[in-house]
Structures are given as C-alpha cells and as structure tokens.
C-alpha cells in the first residue's frame, strides 16, 4: 500500500524554466512533508520541508506548496538549472512517529 | 550536514551467507534509519532506532536484523542473503522525530 505516490516517473523542463513535482498521499494522519534530491551513487540530501499548519514554504528557488483538502503536494523549482537533473522523492510522517515514508521518486532532467 | 560513513561501499555475495552493513554517525543524532532502494519502489524503511538498544521495524523487515550498542554505530545484518536482498541500502540519521534526516552514501550489495 503506497501511502505517498509519485505518479511521474520522470520529466523533462528546459532550462530556465518551471519544473513542478508532484506528489499524493493517501493518509490523513500525515502532517510534515519533505522534498529530498538524489544524484547517482549518492545518498538523498535535505531540499525543503513543510508542516501541515503551512500550505507554503520557500527557499530561493525552491517551494513547497501543500493542498492538505487534496492531499496533495508540490515542489515548483524556479528558474530550472542543469544541476537541478536529479531524482526528487517526496517524503511524510505523522507527528510523534520516527518513520518518514518516501514516494517512489521523479527523475527531473534539465534540457540546456 | 551529519557525519554519516557507510561501509562496506559495495560488496557481492553468495546466497545464504550472512551479510553485515555498517552505519556510522558523528553527530550524536538520536535517530537512525536503514533504508534499501529499488527501482519503482523508491525508499523503503527496513529498520530504525530511536536509542541506544531501542529499534523497531520497518516496513520491510523480514529477512533483516538490526543493533545499535553505541549512539554512533547502527548494524545492519542479513541473517542469510537471498538474491531479492540485492539492493542499494542507505543508512540515515535524525536529530529529533519529525526532522529531516541525513543520509549517508549508500552501500550496493549484490547477492549471488
């Protein structure tokens, strides 16, 4: 049972441009989100978080928009750069659980 | 970011051997996580402590064991490596629950 999906598999987005990540959940009780970006051979690093009392939050390029009502949630990168090409996971937990739950990842590429 | 040392990096082994990965942290984090990662699963939880001698499961323990004797080490141990174990692992670490967690370089094993 999948609890946080990442329908996209992968996408492209030329450079300078907007990329936008999506991402769905399943269960109600999760109320802190996280975006973490992974290049090859590499462990996944810390990109941007949420809490579920936020339905924004920014950070330079970066932001994080939450629809609690869709449970749905999204990372906007903006403008795009090469160094942006990745994997992207979404991840969430409920408050007072160790646990984070990843999504299955997108692989974002940047066209130059 | 939290000193988090894996090891070994890569290592191939026979079927029905027992296998033991290790996760080392210098920063005194509280949490630890080991983590595997295929592809179109993303990353699965397999075990994770919350203390010295405290750990609970995963969402993917079964073949899998797990102990932390001191805060900086967390063991990963395959009790007899089985060719759906190969993988690559990630160990990861937290401050506090509900924080975003570091992750070390990842460890591939290939079982044989």
């Known amino acids: 049972d999948q609890q946080v999906k990442q329908n996209s598999p992968s996408l492209s987005v030329q450079e300078g441009r907007i990329s936008i990540l999506n991402c769905d959940y399943t269960?109600?009780?999760?109320?802190?989100f996280l975006w973490y970006k992974k290049y090859p051979a590499e462990g996944p690093t810390f990109l941007i978080s949420?809490?579920?009392?936020?339905d924004k939050n920014e950070d330079g390029r970066f932001t994080v928009f939450l629809n609690k009502s869709a449970k749905h949630l999204s990372l906007h990168i903006v403008p795009s750069q090469p160094g942006d090409s990745a994997v992207y996971f979404c991840?969430?937990?409920?408050?007072?659980?160790?646990?984070?739950?990843f999504g299955t990842g997108t692989r974002l590429t940047i066209i130059p | 970011d939290a000193g988090i040392t894996q090891s070994p990096r890569h290592k191939v082994t026979e079927t029905g051997t027992p296998v033991t990965l290790r996760c080392h942290q210098t920063e005194n984090h509280r949490y630890m996580y080991w983590y595997r990662q295929d592809p179109g699963h993303g990353l699965r939880l397999i075990h994770y402590s919350y203390g010295v001698k405290d750990t609970d499961k995963g969402e993917v323990s079964d073949g899998y064991s797990v102990s932390r004797s001191k805060t900086e080490d967390f063991l990963l141990t395959l009790e007899s490596a089985t060719s759906s174990q190969t993988s690559v692992y990630f160990c990861?670490?937290?401050?506090?629950?509900?924080?975003?967690?570091?992750f070390g370089q990842g460890t591939r094993l290939t079982v044989v």
């Open positions: 991840a969430a937990s409920v408050h007072g659980n160790e646990k984070l739950t």
């Open positions: 949420i809490s579920s009392i936020k």
């Open positions: 269960n109600s009780m999760f109320d802190y």
């Open positions: 990861a670490t937290a401050k506090e629950a509900n924080t975003e967690a570091f």
